[in-house]
């Protein structure tokens, strides 16, 4: 019995993880390019979940039909004039229609419409980053790791294991802050409360103002360890300043990750892209920890990462892509001439397939070479 209830897991888990994971991450996305059409006058048609075939019209909302469709590869909007994932009706009769079309609009019109779905989630990230800080991050401690025989802190007989928690008084939880600490009482008699086994102790150490290479002013190795079941709540006002700061370094990492593939030589197994599986285990193990550690920002760091990819992947100049329609859009304000709809739209339709080609080859690869998750 137990096999079983493994291997349903084994399938229903990552099917959470997509839902909880992926979906509002692409309706996010999907909605902003409807508000930034509507913001500009175009109308949208269809909002699509999934690619077709439809399975089902959800609702109606004014002139927008939205849609469950049958490949759970990514989701649509499909403004008044776009050909791709057309339903067939015909709108020819209504007013106005002519003006509200896609292709009606100016390149920078339609390149504000193009950008609103990255947009969208870059600002869902920023916001998801923020929400991080005020739920709570895991409470961290310096801990010495090593200890130079002849240094300072062997001299006051300091111990792999022991925590740092104040100086002189003031309390220190972030080991950048306490090498900072060190750093500004070199040469100076300083109180350092340390913690072994449950019991503080203070003990006075003078840092050397200029220590041996490669030892540092007290001659130790500090690691960052997490307190196990507890949380770091901020402000608000701290939260959106640190939140902001760590969106910033995972959007830049992931803009630079090629570069770093290449300079690094990280293995194929570690750098290869990961299809809608790979993502909804991921999802899927992010849920599980957040619910044994009772805290939500293990879910929320993986919500994070998502959306930022999701928006910057789809600026790529690749078209089918937001960032290929960008691209035509720029070409046509510079020349001054566009390519007729139908053949941009032929285009977009061919990539298009070959992406979806990419993304069926990618979720093989997920299954022949499952993602490794710690």
Known sequence: MSTIWTGLGSIVGPIIGFLLGLIPLILIHEFGHLIAGRTVGIWAREFGVGYPPRILKLFRWKETDFTLN??????????????????????????????????????????????????????????IAVLIFVTGIPQTRPVITEVVPGSPAAM????????????NGDAVEDTRVL????????????????????????????????????????GILIATQEITG???????????TYGSRYFANVA?????????????????????????????????QSVDQSIEQNAPYPFLNILV????????????????????????????????????????????????????????????LDIVMPVQLQ
């Open 252 to 284: 830049a990492t992931t803009v630079m990750l090629p570069v770093y593939v290449v300079r690094m030589g990280i293995p194929f197994a570690q750098a290869r892209p990961v299809g809608v599986i790979g993502i909804s285990q991921i999802a899927d």
């Open 70 to 127: 049958l490949l759970p590869l990514g989701g649509f909007t499909r403004f008044e004039g776009e050909k791709t994932f057309d339903d067939g009706q015909n709108h020819a009769t209504e007013p106005g229609i002519e003006e509200h079309s896609l292709y009606a609009k100016g390149p920078w019109q339609r390149i504000v419409v193009y950008l609103g779905g990255s947009v969208a989630n870059l600002l869902t990230a920023w916001l």
């Open 156 to 167: 006051a007989a300091l111990q792999p294991g022991d925590q740092i928690v104040a100086v």
């Open 179 to 218: 090498q900072e600490r060190i750093l500004a009482e070199a040469g100076t008699p300083t109180s350092f409360t340390v913690e072994r086994d449950g019991a503080a102790r203070d003990l006075v150490i003078t840092p050397r103002a200029n220590p041996p290479e490669g030892q540092g002013a007290l």
């Open 305 to 364: 990462l998502l959306s930022i990819s999701l928006g910057i992947f789809n600026l790529l100049p690749i078209p089918a892509l937001d960032g290929g329609r960008i691209l035509f859009a720029l070409v046509e304000a510079i020349r001054g001439k566009a390519l007729t709809p139908a053949l941009e739209e032929r285009i977009h339709l061919a990539a298009l397939l070959l992406l979806v080609a990419m993304f069926i080859a990618v979720t093989v």
């Open 230 to 240: 507890t949380l770091k709540h901020y402000p608000v006002t701290q939260a959106v």
